[in-house]
């Protein structure tokens, strides 16, 4: 299997340089196979410029992560606050946003899907909080619907998750430019997330 040819992009600035030349790297190569060096040269920065913004190549990959969740937590809660009062309409617009969100900026949602083993203990309790908060609102969302008699699975926390991972898989396959723009996609797998609640017809 032929290496990944490493490329160079030239940008220069300052602290979000950095951070794209290492999520770039970290998407192609792991974050294992990244060194600060490669970081530097795809960001046309010295090493130890590099160090002005982050003490560490860990601190960088906490920091993707971390800003990653944030956003994407952002993204859903404004769905979920401007949704309907339904539990359908609210599982609808929660899923539409988490999917577009995974189809708009798939590399950081590969890191974070991949790299929370390469993270520090200190790195792995902070991701972990944020993703239980991520996974809370779909949570509560499918309890209420099962209560008020809207969802009929049984099985209310596998739900969840088989919904969430839905996001994560389809960072992994899908390309921009191809048949579904991502809200077309985004619609489609809000669908599919109705469907494993079993939600009553509309």
């Known amino acids: 299997m032929a290496t990944p040819r490493r490329t160079t992009t030239k940008a220069r600035g300052g602290k979000n340089v950095i951070v794209d030349a290492a999520i770039k790297n970290f998407r192609t190569f792991g974050y294992h196979g990244t060194s600060m060096r490669d970081i530097a040269r795809d960001a046309d920065v ?24 944030s956003d994407v937590i952002s993204l859903t809660r404004t769905a979920l606050l401007s949704s309907g009062s339904s539990p359908s309409d609210q599982l609808r617009d929660l899923m539409t946003a988490w999917i577009h969100f995974h189809t708009s900026r798939q590399s950081e949602a590969l890191i974070g899907a991949s790299e929370i083993r390469s993270l520090d203990p200190s790195g792995r309790r902070l991701i972990t909080t944020l993703r239980d908060e991520q996974e809370r609102m779909f949570r509560d969302v499918i309890n209420r619907g099962i209560a008020e008699g809207e969802f009929a699975t049984p099985y209310a926390n596998e739900a969840a998750r088989a919904v969430i991972e839905m996001g994560y898989a389809i960072a992994a396959w899908y390309r921009q430019g191809g048949d579904l723009a991502p809200q077309e996609m985004a619609q489609r797998y809000a669908e599919l997330a109705l469907a494993t609640v079993r939600a009553a017809p509309s």
Request: hydrophobic content about 50%; proline content about 0%; cysteine-free.
């Open 46 to 69: 010295t090493v130890a410029a590099i160090y002005h913004h982050f003490a560490s190549k860990q601190e960088i990959l906490q920091d993707i992560m971390a800003r990653t969740l």
